[in-house]
């Protein structure tokens, strides 16, 4: 049995499964839990690759350690989406957060994850954390000027995940930040969603003073390789706040030095952003 997400109309990635654990149609989208033989467990929703034991730590490290490094003391973090729980568990890796709340659509994805991915969701239950089942969108607008940090873990710009590609969420999102916060969001493959990460970038700068695109390397998502779009109040992001953090940090992928060079853009992809 082999398991396909087709990534364009013409290219897909394939797996070899051990067994399927477990199938459902969410309110909101299709779910599966798949056991494969070179990725381990790994949670697909609506067709998409959305994370796997074995390349879980690069995409949930970068996500989080370069905001949170580059602010110097955030103590209340909201993640939109990431039901799986493996943001939290990297943003209270830093002592300095005293809450963080994940505010996720579908409390499937919430109660699949710690059946199957106990590794990833492990601290959805933390003292610090907060399980808020709901729409982000609305959660941001209600909290004004409440957070250091927002951090959108979207799905892919399909279904549930459409509106948090939005210029109108990314203004709620200012609007939800300290003067001094700062925003990260997951912004696709460079190759296969160019415009998506020009357009995400051109709605980011004209609303925030500060903004970045970095990458990294993540073998599962398509083309390998992904971009995450930064926006930031007052701090630049490129420049770790509290070098004894983030060296602290215990990490697989994630390093001070990593920290810079994340934002060292292909030319193909620096392109992007004029
Ligand atoms: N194409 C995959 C994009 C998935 C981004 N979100 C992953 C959720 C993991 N917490």
Not at 2 to 15: D, K, R, S, V
Not at 43 to 72: K, N, Q, W
Not at 121 to 132: H, M, N, T
């Amino acid at each position: 049995m082999w398991y396909t997400e087709q990534q364009t109309p013409h290219f897909g990635i394939t797996a070899k499964l051990k067994e399927t654990l477990h199938t459902e149609t969410t309110s909101y989208q299709e779910l599966a839990m798949l056991d494969t033989l070179e990725w381990g467990r790994m949670l697909v929703l609506d067709g998409c690759v959305m994370t796997t034991d074995r390349d879980e730590f690069i995409y949930h490290e970068m996500i989080v350690h370069i905001a949170l490094s580059a602010h110097p003391n955030p103590q209340k973090v909201l993640v939109v989406g990431g039901g799986d729980g493996g943001v939290i568990r990297e943003v209270l890796k830093h002592p300095t957060v005293e809450l963080a709340v994940l505010a996720e659509i579908d409390d499937r994805v919430i109660e699949v994850a710690k059946e199957y991915l106990p590794q990833i969701s492990v601290a959805l239950d933390d003292a610090r954390a907060r399980v808020e089942v709901g729409d982000g969108i609305a959660h941001v607008q209600e909290h004004p000027g409440e957070y250091d940090i927002i951090i959108v873990d979207s799905t892919d710009p399909i279904g549930p995940a459409v509106g948090l590609f939005a210029k109108s969420f990314y203004e709620s999102i200012y609007h939800g930040l300290k003067p001094d916060g700062m925003f990260v969001a997951q912004s696709e493959s460079p190759f296969f969603n160019g415009d998506l990460i020009r357009g995400v970038q051109a709605d980011v700068r004209s609303l925030f003073p500060i903004t970045g695109l970095y990458l990294a390397s993540i073998p599962t998502y398509p083309s390998g390789l992904w971009s995450f779009t930064i926006g930031s109040k007052t701090y630049d992001p490129q420049v770790i706040a509290d070098q004894a953090r983030s060296a602290s940090l215990v990490t697989k992928y994630y390093t001070p030095e990593l920290h810079r060079s994340a934002f060292e853009l292909p030319r193909f992809v620096g392109e992007l952003l004029k």
